[in-house]
């Protein structure tokens, strides 16, 4: 563990060697002590608290514990020698702890004698001793999670130098603490250790040193700042990316997709400039938005004066490089830092606004006006953001609006996912206008962690799953702004010292590809994926809604290998091409103008094959996509796993049922648009199965539901799929009251050859409300005519009625691909409506609110299991755009053979493909001869003498699958890797530890 080593400092004899201020005769040689913990931890004595040591990868692995009310440890190697006058080096880890350091002149026996040197966090350090003597006002940069550092304390008599990678941070010729408190105790005799204070802290030590003044060599590290020039490189392509380069493109000034660009851009600052209140007594800039909270408005307004910066920097603008506008701009920045105290020193209201709302908005100014500001404002502006965001790290608590208070970030707590990004992305910011070399190390090694896999909690799964605020799928909306702060961090980085390693970017580009591509409907996300972003207004247009994944799909295709970059180009010019003129006009900002235009510019970029075809599961989110030629369905469920839906903010406050079992199909109507999360019974969503019991708006924070079943998921081969939801509502909060409701069903979807075969079981409830699975409640395109088809002929669409279906229904539409047909195999009873339903964003959602009202028809089809059913059952066929020929010759064809339909036990079988496929909710269940051991969901195909199965844990737990034959397995054909076949070829045992729900499959040759 520990060694003395002869140093050789230094050969000159007799002279006198001055270094930094402490002076020394030279001798020939100094002794070191040092432990680099490679076998031992070494005696460690707790002089004060109690802390915990152990040996981990060749690091002292230390922490403190809770002690009473005290949490501080202060610990004293015993090994190490008694000394007065010498240096001490702790190598460390950094992860991002603070409140720690290293001790000096420790005593054995005396808990109030020893001196230390710490780190208290935000590049902030002390020096001091007990007694109340410190020196808190030490300053430094903030250090970079991840990265080793070596800290180094000189000390004789009462001089103090502390070195960090070899590089001076402090010196003091006589240590004096502040308020009288008297000067450090310089003749005190102990030994070296190490102290954690102020919150739980757990620190790996990598080695320590011991010896006398100047035998530990400093090795100063090559400065990571980045230099005039570096820094001018790295703000000009920011700055490039807000507003153009035209001195390098002189010909974008006559191309009439900018010049639409920048005309929007100049009216829209014109319009803002108009209303810009210019008094000097002013108490605002803009008025308040009405929808506004107290913070919200603090980021409304330097939003606007984003958009005042990026047409004073854009050439074409009739506010470009307008003197008068640019004073003003610096003024208003002035105002909000002075008067309206975005001033890093106090806060209120949604911590969301003065961590990533105003920053980014703020970084953006600066890098356009940098040239306008004097040294001394941007310093004032960027320590300002600084205090807000130290690092990427730390998150501020919410507090109530409109009541200032201390800065107060959550203790113990890290950002995740999308929050990470958006810190990263403005401590590069901050790095670049600084001058900075850790920042920009940090901003870069920060977001590692949010693209690295994850197998629980936010961030991405190996299935493409993207989970934010722990359960919800997010891939839309948090999702989206991960990538983009993370494009926009690797991309300003690129080519530069501080530039990400190509495995990295790598990764990120395949998590993106995975995660993204096949939840695109019409270049926009599927909304069940969105989270409460769902109930937000959207901008009125026909199509475009997803414009933000397109232009942050393109801005991963910079970094994107040549096959990857193809085929993201390829994936967005399709979307792209339905129009494109909304993209042009639309831009965030010049970057993704050019980059649109670009991709439509390239004649190699074709953009002809839609983009995923197929089955997708997204088993770590209980999501699941199918996608046609002319259509695609996306499938939203909940487990113990993952939570219904989230209302927060005030928003989503009906998205109760948006995961039971809803089924979004996506034809060429306008489903899902504008007016369609105001207006739809947020009681009966397509393929939902209900207790409709009234429910009271969600207002409370942040409300999740999760279910207790663990049976929800599926098995797909990539075409077809078999898809299961245990649904289970008891224990479901309304406003955080347990309600009363207590309905259960098992609800499967066979997908395979364009037929979406939904089956219902075991559906039991015992509230007083109906209970209802909802076929269909579509949305009517206004520009369609519609009629309502059966095989008895057609069904007056007015008002409400009851049927029986035995054969078909088709919801007929006069334009192509809008028309939908429903099949069933057995007779049911269904409930016709159609309604006229009117409502507004501000209904769901106050923290955007909108008061535009919408008017929309809806055809409701429902079957109505009635009050207090018990074991009821449905069954029905989903045939996206079908003809009333097609319907008629499918009813003939009779291809879908219902195998089973109970509470153990739901299995289909086409007899066109031959395709059985199954939901097992019970152990040992059988089906096409194969008897399953535990919960599983199966397809299974037979040609001649050989079987294909493809099999997935239902369950999601890491039990293994033994799948019993009732014949013998002469020939594997092929065995995923976690499959064995017996050795009388009678069973095979499927691993599915860590699958995540995924598929796994085997194709044999019977005997």
């Known amino acids: 563990m520990k060694k003395r080593k002869m140093i050789q400092w230094l050969s000159l004899v007799g002279s006198i060697i001055v270094i930094g201020m402490f002076q020394s005769t030279t001798v020939k040689a100094a002794e070191i002590f040092e ?13 004060k608290g109690t802390s915990k040591t152990s040996l981990s990868e ?28 010498g240096e001490v080096e702790m190598s460390f880890l950094y992860e991002g702890q603070k409140n720690f350091g290293v001790i000096f ?61 070899g590089h001076l941070l402090y010196e003091n010729q006589e240590v004096n603490y502040p308020n009288g408190n008297g000067s450090i105790d310089g003749d005190w005799q102990g030994k070296i250790g190490i102290r954690l204070f102020g919150d739980r802290v757990t620190l790996k030590v990598v080695a320590l040193k011991n010896g006398e003044i100047g035998s530990i060599p400093l090795d100063p590290e090559e400065s990571n700042d980045p230099t005039e020039a570096e820094a001018k490189e790295l703000q000009q392509k920011w700055k490039t990316n807000l507003v153009g380069d035209f001195e390098k493109n002189p010909e974008l000034l006559n191309d009439p997709d ?21 008094e000097s007594s002013r108490t605002y800039l803009w008025e308040k938005v009405a929808s506004d909270t107290a913070s919200a408005d603090i980021t409304t307004q330097f939003a606007n004066l984003s958009v005042l910066a990026r047409a004073y920097g854009t050439q074409g603008t009739a506010l470009y490089q307008n003197q008068q506008i640019g004073t003003d701009i610096v003024e208003a920045l002035d105002f909000m830092v002075d008067v309206r105290k975005y001033d ?48 990427p790290y730390k998150q501020l608590y919410g507090k109530p609006q409109g009541t200032f208070v201390d800065l107060h970030f959550i203790p113990n707590f890290q950002t995740t996912g999308a929050n990470r990004t958006d810190l990263a992305l403005t401590i590069m910011g901050l790095g670049i206008l600084q001058k900075n070399g850790d920042k920009l190390s940090v901003s870069g090694e920060s977001i590692k962690e949010v693209f690295a896999l994850v197998t629980k909690g936010d961030g991405f799964y190996k299935d493409g799953s993207f989970i934010q605020h722990w359960d919800i799928p997010y891939t839309g909306s948090y999702g989206n702004v991960l990538v983009k702060g993370t494009s926009k961090i690797l991309g300003i980085l690129a080519n530069s010292k501080w530039n990400l390693p190509k495995d990295v970017t790598d990764s990120f580009v395949t998590n993106v590809n995975n995660a993204f591509i096949p939840l695109i409907e019409k270049g926009e996300m599927m909304p069940m994926v969105n989270g409460r972003s769902i109930s937000r207004a959207t901008s009125t247009k026909t199509t475009g809604f997803g414009s933000p994944t397109m232009y942050n799909l393109l801005l991963v295709s910079e970094f994107a290998d040549p096959s990857a970059n193809s085929q993201l180009k390829e994936s967005v010019k399709y979307w792209l091409k339905e129009n494109p003129a909304y993209y042009y006009t639309n831009a965030r900002d010049f970057k993704d103008l050019l980059l649109t235009k670009q991709v439509m510019s390239d004649e190699t970029i074709l953009g002809k094959e839609k983009p995923f075809l197929g089955s997708k599961l997204y088993g770590a989110m209980d999501r699941y996509v199918y996608a046609s030629g002319d259509f695609s369905v996306g499938l939203s469920m909940y487990s113990n796993r993952i939570s219904s ?103 499967s979807w066979f997908v395979f050859d364009d037929q979406i075969v939904a089956l219902g079981s075991g559906i039991q409830g015992t509230t007083s409300a109906s209970i209802e699975t909802v076929i269909e409640n579509r949305m009517l395109d206004s520009n369609s005519t519609y009629q309502l088809l059966t095989n008895q002929g057609e069904v007056s669409s007015n008002g409400e009625q009851t049927m029986q279906a035995n054969e078909w229904l088709l919801l007929s539409s006069s334009q192509k691909n809008q028309s939908i047909g429903y099949y069933f195999p057995q007779e049911e009873t269904i409930t016709l409506v159609k309604e006229q339903r009117t409502g507004k964003y501000s209904d769901i959602n106050e923290g955007f609110p909108n008061s535009q009202v919408y008017t929309e028809n809806y055809q409701k089809v429902l079957l109505n299991h009635g009050q207090k059913p018990i074991d009821e059952k449905y069954a029905y066929v989903l045939l996206p755009n079908a003809t009333k020929q097609g319907l008629e010759n499918y009813a003939k064809q009779n291809r879908i053979e219902i195998l ?64 019993n034959f009732s014949k013998a397995v002469k020939t594997v054909i092929h065995a995923d890797e976690n499959i064995t076949i017996s050795e009388d070829g009678r069973s095979a045992q499927v691993q599915t530890a860590g699958m995540t729900g995924g598929s796994s499959q085997l194709e044999v040759e019977w005997e």
């Open 344 to 391: 890093g020193k106090k806060y209120h209201g949604n911590w969301w606004d003065w961590q990533i709302g105003v920053p980014q908005k703020f970084i953006d100014i600066l890098m356009i006006m940098k040239d306008e500001l004097t040294p001394d404002q941007l310093a004032k502006y960027t320590q300002v953001i600084s205090r807000y965001v130290p690092d």
């Open 900 to 963: 089973s339909n109970e509470k153990a036990n739901q299995s289909v079988k086409d007899t066109v493909t031959g395709i059985t496929a199954a939901n097992l909710w019970a152990a040992n269940q059988t089906v096409a001869g194969i008897t399953f051991s535990h919960p599983a969901s199966v397809l299974l195909k037979e040609e001649s003498n050989k079987a294909k199965v493809t099999v997935a844990n239902l369950l999601q737990t890491n039990e293994t699958l033994t799948l």
């Open 35 to 47: 432990t680099n913990f490679s076998q031992e931890k070494g005696n460690w004595l707790d002089i």
């Open 258 to 278: 900018v010049i639409a660009y920048t005309q929007k851009l100049s009216e829209q600052a014109n319009e803002l400039y108009g209303k810009l209140n210019k």
């Open 645 to 747: 839906f989230e209302a927060g903010n005030k928003e989503n406050k009906r998205g109760w049922h948006t995961s039971d079992g809803m089924l979004y199909l996506f034809n060429q109507d306008q489903q899902y648009g504008e007016g369609y999360w105001p207006t739809i019974d947020p009681y009966r969503l397509p393929g939902t199965t209900v207790d409709t019991v009234k429910l009271a708006d969600e207002v409370s924070s942040f409300t999740t539901v999760r279910s207790s079943e663990k049976q929800v998921g599926g098995a797909t081969d990539g075409e077809n799929a078999a898809i299961g939801m245990a649904l289970n509502k008891a224990g479901t909060k309304n406003n955080g009251t347990v309600l009363p409701m207590d309905l259960k069903a098992q609800k």
């Open 105 to 165: 002149r420790g005593s054995e026996t005396d808990s109030a004698t020893w001196q230390s040197f710490a780190y208290n966090g935000d590049g902030d350090w002390q020096l001091g001793q007990p007694g109340g003597k410190w020196i808190t006002t030490i300053k430094g940069s903030p250090l970079v999670k991840g990265k080793t550092y070596r800290l180094l304390v000189r000390y004789e008599e009462k001089k103090i130098m502390a070195y960090l990678n």
């Open 58 to 85: 060749n690091q002292l692995v230390i922490s403190n514990t809770t002690q009473g009310t005290s949490i501080e440890s202060v610990s004293i190697l015993q090994d190490a020698p008694l000394k007065k006058t």
